[in-house]
């Protein structure tokens, strides 16, 4: 009897103790380890007006997120990326070349990939690595779509999955702006 009594007191010690201990632990919000795609905001470059696009996990201070200069020229039908290193911009998507197919492409937290065109509204991402695919555990872009394309602005949905392999997709809205007073039509 002694002995049930002693465990029963053993047991509610440890429940107190337990208890008192996970309220200590402060939780997480899970939504802000989701890795995000979105454009930001208009920004410069060489003073030219181009997209700040993120591609990072989502922190308070935007300006600590990474993101990169994108630039949308409509007469073109090119996508372009900033390269700090070489001062240049490069081409990510190329919407008139029913062959396209580009170099590496390195956007923010997201693994390198590179991109084919698969008919005219999507491009699919695959590694640069060997047989085309990725070790497991990476943040990558699986393929990237075009929503809407007009001589203002290139909509373009980018399909692409975390390190755990849950699968998000992000909207980039990115305007040509030199024709920014122009009325927008499709084309």
């Known amino acids: 009897m002694q002995k049930k009594i002693i465990l029963k007191k053993t047991k509610l010690i440890l429940y107190i103790i337990i208890t008192n201990f996970f309220s200590l632990i402060q939780a997480q919000v899970l939504e802000f380890y989701k890795p995000i795609i979105i454009t930001q905001r208009p920004g410069s470059v060489n003073n030219e007006k181009i997209d700040l696009g993120i591609f990072d996990f989502f922190k308070q201070d935007t300006s600590k997120m990474q993101y990169e200069y994108l630039r949308y020229d409509s007469d073109k039908a090119v996508l372009y990326k900033y390269d700090e290193s070489n ?3 490069k081409t990510i998507l190329c919407l008139n070349d029913q062959n396209f197919k580009s170099k590496e492409i390195k956007l923010g937290i997201f693994d390198e990939f590179v991109l084919t065109k698969e008919n005219t509204n999507s491009f699919k991402a695959t590694s640069p690595y060997g047989d085309g695919r990725y070790p497991s ?3 990558i ?12 602005r290139l909509i373009i949905r980018v399909n692409y999955q975390d390190e755990f392999e849950w699968k998000y997709f992000g909207i980039l809205i990115l305007s040509d702006y030199r024709y920014e007073n122009v009325e927008d039509e499709d084309s």
Do not use: A, C, D, P
């Open 87 to 89: 001062k240049v911009f």
């Open 137 to 139: 555990h990476h943040k």
């Open 141 to 152: 872009i699986k393929s990237i779509e075009i929503l809407q394309k007009t001589k203002k």
